[in-house]
């Protein structure tokens, strides 16, 4: 069992940045792949980042190719996603995902644990 933790939402002016953060419990943590996906209100849940086990392969959508960064920290059970140059249409709830298969996937079902969610709000 994996519990996850996010942090880090809040309110910022478009352009601006945040950073992120999420928690895990769990010792075989390392070996599990990690995402961030977003879900704004009335939307379908959305793939942000997903990292593998060792961080050497990420993944992002294409809406935030180029501005969004995920990494890990093995040693301290976190992964991040730093946001930069953050629009008003990147506002949404941001979760933190884990998944016991060797695969990202950009489908919401297809990952075994989540965080209860951190509200990222960005004005215009």
């Known amino acids: 069992q994996v519990q996850l933790v996010e942090s880090g939402g809040g309110l910022v002016q478009a352009g601006g940045s945040l950073r992120l953060s999420c928690v895990a419990s769990g010792r075989t943590f390392s070996s599990y792949v990690l995402g961030w996906f977003r879900q704004a209100p009335g939307k379908e849940r959305q793939f942000v980042a997903g990292i593998n086990w060792s961080g050497g392969n990420t993944y992002y959508a294409d809406s935030v190719k180029g501005r969004f960064s995920i990494s890990r920290d093995n040693a301290k059970n976190t992964v991040y996603l730093q946001m930069n140059s953050l629009k008003p249409e990147d506002t949404a709830v941001y979760y933190c995902?884990?998944?016991?298969?060797?695969?990202?996937?950009?489908?919401?079902?297809?990952?075994?644990?989540w965080g209860q969610g951190t509200q990222v709000t960005v004005s215009s």
């Open positions: 995902a884990a998944d016991r298969s060797e695969l990202i996937y950009m489908t919401p079902k297809f990952w075994d644990y």
